[in-house]
């Protein structure tokens, strides 16, 4: 295991600077996102558009290691899937194995949800990579159980735990411990009951705890921290408290 961060860790800063700030707070890999906003390194159709531009769109990451990427394709069906299908190809470049997925909102049907799944996997797997989808508050994830029945429906399927989800969630209490074999990436902050996100140390995350249990299903991937900044708190010393903090027990 190793620790990362999230490039979403500094939404306030310019984009050319966000790399620079985590090499700065010794940093050694970072996840990065593909997706349909300012903070993304490309969009989903671009790299569908052009595999070339987008190689080079991922060329300097001054000395980053990717540890994943975020992929959220956009479109109907056969669009979906091409823009997915080409960033496999992307990852598969960058030598990348973990690409990370949101999964359905709540409300959507399970089989469709499944269907879908099982393409991603499939598409994915063509490249080596590996699906981790998110464990999300308003999502089909944010109920471990479902999580789980998800993960044994769709063979080779994993997720990118976030423990947070967990733990201030509607869920909030429930023993997660079933998801962990099927962990392929993960997402880490510190959360109460009532916040999301809070200072380093002031929440219930038993990073210690979450570990030992990762060990025991080999789990040798990146711990992503992934918490934006705090309104009235220094950010950069939180980023160094959490990272340190982790370190220590690595």
Known sequence: ?????????????PKDEVLPTLVDLEFTA???PIRNDSRSWITPAEVAKSPEKAVDAFRDTHRLTIAALTVEPTGVKDEYYGQFSACCKLAKALKVVPLVVPAAELGTPFNEEIERLRELVKIASLEGCLVAMRTEIG???????TAAVLCNNVKGLGLSLDPSHYIAGPRQGRDFSKVIPYVYNVHLRDSTKSALHVRVGQGE?????LLGQLEKIGYSRALTIDMPPLEGHEHRPEMRKIRLLLDSLL
Do not use: H, I
């Open 139 to 145: 999502c089909m994830t944010e109920d471990p159980d």
């Open 205 to 209: 995350v038993d990073y210690g705890k």
């Open 30 to 32: 970072v996840e990065l």
């Open 1 to 13: 295991m190793f620790v990362a961060a999230s490039s979403d860790c500094f939404p306030d800063l």
